[in-house]
């Protein structure tokens, strides 16, 4: 072999000893998976993990429509259809930390799948819940439990992927939540159309019920999906579980077509990628949640936090109402006409509500409106081809975010000003459009951060996320009749500062260690 003598001898030296590890087989954990391949299995994957944030999102913001479609058979206040609706909330805030915790320590697969099961028996109890106070706790268990989907998915799939396609499979995941709206929605127009009611135990089975056992249908499926799939190899090395992962990493390599014999004999994890973790205790919890607001993690955290808390503010705090919102404005747009503002409308309900509150007959007979549901799936199915298009530029996530806010903070400013109540649902819709920066937000936690922090962070950033969606979701409530204009400006300058903070994420070239 000839040897180019411009070459040190400390090159040479470092060269024949990588030579010499790889042909005892023994790879580093991010050259092992370039050498698994990109194939079958990791599109398989991505389609289970897909189905298992579809499930999530259905069983947390499809609970609108069931509160709405249930409320005279449970005999409703304005007062307890707020309770209902901000169960998956509280439901994502209290588990948050414990499921970061749990997917760091004890794997992303199995807690992926006790969640989705348990998720998915809560939700199917919750279509026979004899009151609402059962309905709010069975809810709240459903959420709490679904919402180990939010960090666990993303870290099992990212870590599953090599470098080169894991930002574009990040952003691929997010599509389906844009896809759930679209779905629920139709779920709810085909079902709510049936007349039925039929004596059951101790309750009448009627539409609103059945709607309730398919919406959740998927999470018991997105938990088969997930059965027949590895553990994270990369969570398997962390753990010392070394000879698992390269079993799981040869069976990726068969799956994705690879010829002859997997390579890899051992697996490693680059200097400074392998951290410790404790056994379960109040202790081990601080010992892994203190490093993130300490150096050299302080700053991209707070950074990452920030961000998080912007856009879940501004999106989920009118997203969560959507159907309330369309209601409302093709109601007394189909009064008014094209001689009001968008907001003018909003205001022009007020009274209407007021008397619709003292009514249980008008309450009941205001079934979800056609108009709504077209709407809701409008919303759904646009914002879902409009993120994977985006997908297709996840090389550049810091310019796609800093675009993506700026647009969307000039249009709340123009929803209200246009004068015209068309053009201001589809500057709102634009505004909305916020929630493609929810995806590269989740794929930042990945990418930024060493393998048994990422769980963990991407666990306390959804805390953040749903702590800002749920304050904001009861501002925005009230505020759309009274203060619709001042609402949106409001949005508009916190989105503008989450675009600041944006320039102020790292390269999209820096990966965790």
Request: hydrophobic residues 50%.
């Amino acid at each position: 072999m000839v040897v180019n003598k411009s070459y040190s001898d400390g090159d040479l030296e470092m060269s024949a000893n990588d030579s010499e590890v790889q042909d005892k087989g023994s790879y580093g954990y991010e050259e092992a998976l370039d050498l698994a391949g990109n194939g079958n299995y990791n599109m398989l994957l991505l389609s289970a993990c897909f189905l298992v944030i579809t499930a999530m999102g259905i069983d947390i913001f499809g609970l609108g429509i069931i509160v709405a479609a249930a409320t005279c058979d449970l005999g409703l206040t304005l007062q307890q259809i707020g309770i209902l609706s901000s169960m998956p909330f509280a439901g994502i805030i209290v588990m948050s930390y414990p499921w970061g915790y749990l997917s760091d320590t004890r794997g992303r697969k199995l807690v992926l799948l006790v969640a989705m099961a348990g998720s998915f028996a809560s939700a199917a109890l919750s279509s026979l819940a004899p009151t609402w106070q059962v309905l709010a706790a069975l809810r709240f268990i459903s959420s709490a439990l679904s919402s180990a989907a939010e960090s666990a998915t993303y870290a099992l799939l990212g870590e599953c992927c090599g470098a080169r396609v894991r930002a574009r499979y990040m952003l691929l995941m997010t599509s389906a939540l844009m896809l759930t709206p679209t779905l629920y929605y139709i779920w709810a127009y085909l079902i709510m159309k049936l007349e039925f009611s039929y004596p059951f135990l101790w309750l009448e089975l009627r539409p609103w019920r059945l709607l309730a056992l398919v919406m959740a249908l998927p999470l018991g499926l997105g938990a088969a999906a997930l059965w027949s799939f590895c553990e994270s190899p990369k969570f398997l090395v962390n753990v010392g579980r070394s000879g698992e992962a390269v079993d799981a990493l040869a069976r990726m390599y068969r799956v994705n077509g690879g010829k002859g014999e997997f390579p890899v004999k051992e697996v490693y994890l680059e200097e400074g990628s392998k951290e410790e973790v404790g056994v379960f205790s109040l202790r081990s919890l601080w010992t892994q949640i203190a490093p993130l607001f300490q150096r050299p993690l302080l700053g991209r955290t707070l950074l990452l936090f920030y961000l998080t808390f912007v856009v879940y503010i501004a999106n989920n705090s009118f997203a969560i109402i959507l159907p309330t919102i369309f209601n409302v404005f093709f109601t007394s747009y189909a009064s008014r006409g094209a001689g009001a503002g968008f907001c003018d409308l909003f205001a022009e309900a007020e009274q209407e509500n007021s008397t619709i509150v003292q009514d249980a007959d008008t309450v009941c007979a205001n079934s979800i409106n056609d108009n709504t549901i077209w709407a809701g799936c409008a919303h759904g199915l646009s914002f879902f081809v409009l993120n994977a298009l985006i997908s297709q530029c996840a090389g550049k996530r810091k310019l796609l975010t800093i675009v993506i806010l700026v647009v969307a903070a000039a249009a709340a400013i123009g929803v209200d000003l246009t004068g015209e109540p068309l053009s201001g649902l589809v500057l709102f819709y634009v505004f909305l459009t916020t929630a493609m920066v929810f995806g590269v937000i989740s794929s930042y936690f990945v990418t930024l951060y060493p393998t048994s922090y990422r769980g963990m962070v991407a666990c306390l950033g959804m805390m953040v996320a749903r702590l800002s969606a749920f304050s904001g979701t009861n501002l925005v409530s009230g505020a759309m009749t009274q203060h619709c204009s001042a609402a949106l400006y409001g949005a508009s300058g916190l989105v503008l500062t989450g675009a600041v903070a944006a320039a102020l994420l790292p390269g999209d070239s820096l990966q965790a260690g």
